[in-house]
């Protein structure tokens, strides 16, 4: 008998069945399609001792030490800092796209409430948003998605902003 079914073992739902049943006392049963809880983070090691990640490489940022020590209680942290460059018109520059990198590509010295200002400066109006490159375009412009958000897209997910759903 329990007191909770829980269907999905990723992230929220293993979350979830732990506070139920450490920090509630219930009983709880937590089922998923997959043999292993995580969801798209599980890690396993392959026959030779390798670090496999099943569904790709996954990064966890978060600025809150309460979140941080809870799920440090499940895990073993390992130093990382994500520094991913994007060859842009002969420059190695930061992407996902920050103060560091507009500053660069275009010889500004932005604040941050500058920059705000400048993508608000080249995003375009889009009367009906159906598409990713349309979310982009609106926020940033069209110079930074081309420069930026295209190529990536397609190397990626083999697919373009023009021809994706934004989520």
């Given at each position: 008998?329990?007191d909770?079914l ?18 509630a006392g ?12 995580g969801?798209?983070?599980y ?17 966890f940022?978060?600025?809150s030490?309460?979140v941080?020590d ?8 390992r130093?990382?800092?994500?520094r991913?460059l994007a060859?842009?018109e002969g420059q190695?520059?930061?992407i996902?796209i920050?103060?560091d ?11 941050s ?10 995003a375009e ?6 598409t990713?490159?349309d ?5 940033v ?14 190397k ?6 023009a021809?994706?759903t934004p989520?």
């Amino acid at each position: 008998m329990f007191d909770y079914l829980i269907v999905g073992a990723g992230f929220a739902g293993s979350v979830l069945a732990e506070r139920l049943a450490a920090g509630a006392g219930k009983r709880v049963l937590l089922v998923d399609r997959r043999s292993h809880i995580g969801g798209n983070a599980y890690d396993h090691y392959d026959d030779a001792g390798v670090l496999v990640h099943r569904y790709g490489p996954h990064i966890f940022h978060t600025n809150s030490r309460e979140v941080f020590d809870y799920l440090g209680r499940f895990t073993a942290w390992r130093p990382y800092e994500h520094r991913v460059l994007a060859s842009v018109e002969g420059q190695l520059l930061p992407i996902p796209i920050n103060l560091d990198t507009v500053n660069r590509l275009y010889g500004l010295s932005l604040t941050s409430l500058e920059l705000e200002q400048f993508f608000a400066a080249r995003a375009e109006p889009v009367e009906a948003v159906r598409t990713s490159e349309d979310v982009i375009v609106s926020r940033v412009g069209r110079d930074l998605y081309t420069k930026f958000f295209r190529n990536y897209t397609r190397k990626q997910w083999a697919s373009t902003p023009a021809s994706s759903t934004p989520r």
